[in-house]
């Protein structure tokens, strides 16, 4: 059975950070791209960045310079580090699991950044 669980969300004020991580199960991690999503109140899940199985990463212009996504492969987690957060950060965060055809999801963890 497949599991990503996402952990460390939780509230924040502006400025701040938050180091949120996904465990998964289930999967030969090393060979799954990995990623954080994110959705607002009232608005479609975005990507935020993904992340190969050789660990370059992408991320969306919106968080470059303050988010850093990484892996590790022996413990087949996932981390997404989020520093100088904004309440524009404010999101259920999702971590996703994918290779073709294989895409999985975790049920997210709420992150909110007060002002």
């Known amino acids: 059975q497949v599991q990503l669980v996402e952990s460390g969300g939780g509230l924040v004020q502006a400025g701040g950070s938050l180091r949120l991580s996904c465990a998964t199960s289930?999967?030969?991690?090393?060979?799954?791209?990995m990623g954080w999503y994110r959705q607002a109140p009232g608005k479609q899940r975005e990507l935020v960045v993904t992340?190969?199985?050789?660990?370059?990463?992408n991320y969306v212009d919106s968080v470059k310079g303050r988010f850093t996504m990484s892996r590790d492969n022996a413990k087949n987690e996932v981390y997404l580090q989020m520093n100088s957060l904004k309440p524009e950060d404010t999101a259920v965060y999702y971590c996703n699991a994918y290779q073709y055809p294989y895409n999985y999801w975790g049920k997210g963890t709420l992150v909110t950044v007060s002002s």
């Open positions: 992340i190969t199985t050789g660990g370059s990463t």
């Open positions: 289930g999967i030969i991690f090393r060979i799954f791209a």
